[in-house]
């Protein structure tokens, strides 16, 4: 396992409960130590990439954006150190370019590489109810497909590497888009008198009442929740989409609509703050703040 985040240290905790034996490897090994130290000494902590897959058979990277997972992951020392039979995931939401990008290099470099973002929370992982968009060799997705079993509900193979990219950033459209709306309505029903966990019952259980409305319950209420996915992140995301919709020269409306709301938020310095918190800073924004001219 590259990469000891939220969501990566929950994936470790699922793979050593499962059987497997893990090796973790994070740029910042403190917090690689905690996760071990977490599993109970059951999995173990490598100084650097290339320690941590060499002899593995299926190497899952967990890194949080393109940039960051290119590096590791197109290391020379790296992939001098993987077995050729060994299956390389990018579980992370990368992009498309990136998926293509280091398809082709370990394509030329005689390796296996599968694109296979995930959909889920820390919680979902927990459950082993997490998602995978899998995409590349078929052979490749089956060889992988045991290991991302022990953390996973599903494993669906969506074509060939950058499609499981793409799906991913179609998904992440529609929760982006879902966080803005269910914090708008929020705001409004509160403005109503309504109180907020009342408001939030409704929805929970109106036909707006998807997983995600579910799950991030705590954290629209609670701004003590610990932090699942940040603005930031949320943002990142949103400039993927952007570029994916750009690339197929197609509109995307809302989801530009939505953007702009958190971009605004993270220029006012929310960025590390929950996706959830989109919320609080609608309600706090004063009413013709953010306005724009009509063009």
């Not at 050729?84 to 082709?104: I, K, M």
């Not at 979902?124 to 995978?132: F, I, M, S, W």
Request: charged letters at 20%; proline letters at 4%; one cysteine or more.
């Amino acid at each position: 396992m590259l990469g000891a985040g939220r969501m990566g240290a929950a994936m470790c905790l699922r793979l050593v409960d499962a059987g497997h034996h893990v090796r973790l490897w994070n740029r910042t090994l403190s917090r690689a130590a905690a996760v071990r130290d977490e599993a109970s000494g059951r999995l173990e902590v490598t100084d650097t990439p290339a320690a941590c897959v060499t002899g593995a058979q299926v190497v899952l990277s967990m890194l949080a954006d393109g940039p960051a997972t290119m590096a590791t992951l197109l290391d020379a020392d790296l992939l001098e150190a993987l077995d050729p039979v060994a299956v390389v995931c990018d579980l992370g939401t990368s992009g498309v370019d990136a998926a293509h990008r280091l398809s082709e290099a370990y394509a030329a470099a005689g390796r296996r590489f599968v694109d296979s973002p995930v959909s889920g929370s820390v919680t979902t992982v927990a459950a082993g109810q997490l998602l995978v968009m899998a995409s590349g060799a078929p052979e490749d997705v089956r060889a992988a497909t045991e290991v991302l079993s022990a953390f996973s509900a599903r494993v669906i193979d969506v074509g060939l590497a950058g499609q499981g990219q793409s799906m991913k950033l179609a998904v992440n459209l529609v929760v982006h888009d879902l966080n803005a709306a269910v914090s708008e309505a929020l705001v409004l029903a509160e403005g109503a008198g309504i109180d907020l966990a009342t408001a939030y019952d409704v929805l929970e259980h109106s036909a707006v009442g998807a997983p995600f409305v579910r799950y991030k319950r705590a954290a629209f209420l609670s701004p003590d929740e610990p932090v699942a996915m940040s603005l930031d992140l949320v943002a990142k995301d949103f400039r993927l989409i952007a570029d994916l919709a750009a690339s197929q020269s197609r509109q995307v409306p809302v989801s530009e609509a939505a953007q702009r709301t958190v971009d605004d938020a993270v220029a006012a310095g929310q960025g590390a703050a929950d996706m959830a918190s989109l919320r609080a800073y609608l309600a706090g924004r004063p009413r013709d703040s953010g306005a724009r001219t009509p063009e």
